[in-house]
């Protein structure tokens, strides 16, 4: 038995007519009638009943109608995936963020991305850090895009961008007229962070110099699951945070009394990389991923091997000194 035999099956099945059905398979009616009677000694019962006047399912070919049609969708999947990979930049790619960056820039590439590629298509995932991971090495993603460095010999990581912080602070806070926020002023504030398994708290910690959570205190108890969250705690003025430069766009800039202040602190910025396995085949549509993202950044990040000095722009201009809600 083989797919050829199945497709004649279908196609007698559903044309119930011998003549009908040798045309659809582009055979002769000796042809497909003569593989159809091989299927059924092969089966050891008949799938049709036949007369002189009408071709019928039998019990046993109505219950295996399904199964055929399901292995003929299956075999031609299998054939469309091979083809799609044939051209790297036809069909999915599985994607996935880290949930500080992929509400602020997945949906600034999609719309060049498609115009771009028109067949190659994003399937989004957004988790931590760990969890990308896990799925990345599992095969169940293609690529992702994390803040942290990787070590593991099986990826590969190409930096894509630098992107500063800012301070986000309650409206009206004294160190809303500072030009620049050095690390002694951030000690003095009361920093709220993100929930264990974030990486950008353990970056905001860092940049502060802490080595360890405080477990005393208002930023001990108001830990966030999501920027946003975090963000809205601080226009309540519950304490100050950090903020990545792409989230400066973001919903909470609206209504969230937030104001921010650039900082002046040589390690306040994550390396943003998009990372694959190794022996991912498509790496077309890696690069094609990648050089969208870098042609639709905003001016307050830098791409890497263009790098500008903290506050200045790739056009050489200075960021806007206070952003304010």
């Given at each position: 038995?083989?797919?050829?035999?199945?497709?004649?099956?279908?196609?007698?099945?559903?044309?119930?007519?011998?003549?009908?059905?040798?045309?659809?398979?582009?055979?002769?009616?000796?042809?497909?009638?003569?593989?159809?009677?091989?299927?059924?000694?092969?089966?050891?019962?008949?799938?049709?009943?036949?007369?002189?006047?009408?071709?019928?399912?039998?019990?046993?070919?109505?219950?295996?109608?399904?199964?055929?049609?399901?292995?003929?969708?299956?075999?031609?999947?299998?054939?469309?995936?091979?083809?799609?990979?044939?051209?790297?930049?036809?069909?999915?790619?599985?994607?996935?963020?880290?949930?500080?960056?992929?509400?602020?820039?997945?949906?600034?590439?999609?719309?060049?991305?498609?115009?771009?590629?028109?067949?190659?298509?994003?399937?989004?995932?957004?988790?931590?850090?760990?969890?990308?991971?896990?799925?990345?090495?599992?095969?169940?993603?293609?690529?992702?895009l994390l803040a942290t460095p990787i070590d593991d010999a099986e990826l590969v990581a190409r930096p894509l961008f630098i992107?500063?912080?800012?301070?986000?602070?309650?409206?009206?806070?004294?160190?809303?007229?500072?030009?620049?926020?050095?690390?002694?002023?951030?000690?003095?504030?009361?920093?709220?962070?993100?929930?264990?398994?974030?990486?950008?708290?353990?970056?905001?910690?860092?940049?502060?110099?802490?080595?360890?959570?405080?477990?005393?205190?208002?930023?001990?108890?108001?830990?966030?699951?999501?920027?946003?969250?975090?963000?809205?705690?601080?226009?309540?003025?519950?304490?100050?945070?950090?903020?990545?430069?792409?989230?400066?766009?973001?919903?909470?800039?609206?209504?969230?009394?937030?104001?921010?202040?650039?900082?002046?602190?040589?390690?306040?910025?994550?390396?943003?990389?998009?990372?694959?396995?190794k022996g991912f085949p498509r790496i077309a549509a890696i690069d094609a991923l990648a050089d969208t993202i870098l042609t639709?950044?905003?001016?307050?990040?830098?791409?890497?091997?263009?790098?500008?000095?903290?506050?200045?722009?790739?056009?050489?201009?200075?960021?806007?000194?206070?952003?304010?809600?």
């Open positions: 038995m083989n797919l050829r035999d199945l497709r004649y099956f279908v196609a007698l099945a559903e044309t119930r007519h011998f003549g009908h059905a040798a045309r659809r398979s582009f055979v002769s009616q000796p042809t497909l009638s003569g593989q159809i009677r091989k299927l059924e000694q092969q089966l050891g019962a008949p799938l049709f009943e036949r007369t002189t006047k009408s071709v019928a399912l039998t019990p046993l070919g109505e219950s295996l109608l399904q199964h055929a049609r399901r292995a003929l969708e299956e075999a031609d999947a299998f054939v469309q995936l091979a083809r799609a990979h044939r051209d790297p930049l036809v069909g999915m790619l599985r994607v996935g963020a880290i949930p500080t960056l992929a509400p602020y820039l997945i949906p600034r590439l999609l719309a060049p991305l498609r115009h771009r590629h028109p067949g190659l298509k994003l399937a989004l995932t957004e988790e931590l850090t760990t969890q990308l991971l896990g799925r990345l090495r599992e095969h169940e993603l293609d690529t992702i992107e500063p912080f800012w301070l986000a602070l309650p409206r009206d806070h004294a160190l809303y007229g500072r030009e620049h926020i050095r690390r002694r002023e951030l000690n003095s504030l009361n920093m709220l962070l993100l929930a264990e398994g974030h990486c950008l708290a353990d970056q905001m910690m860092d940049v502060c110099g802490h080595t360890e959570r405080s477990e005393t205190g208002e930023e001990a108890d108001l830990r966030a699951a999501s920027l946003e969250t975090l963000l809205h705690l601080v226009g309540a003025g519950m304490g100050a945070t950090l903020v990545p430069a792409l989230a400066m766009r973001g919903a909470w800039m609206t209504d969230a009394g937030v104001v921010t202040r650039p900082l002046e602190i040589a390690n306040a910025v994550r390396r943003i990389s998009l990372v694959w396995r639709t950044l905003p001016n307050t990040v830098r791409p890497i091997g263009r790098l500008a000095h903290a506050g200045t722009t790739r056009a050489g201009k200075r960021t806007p000194r206070r952003r304010k809600l």
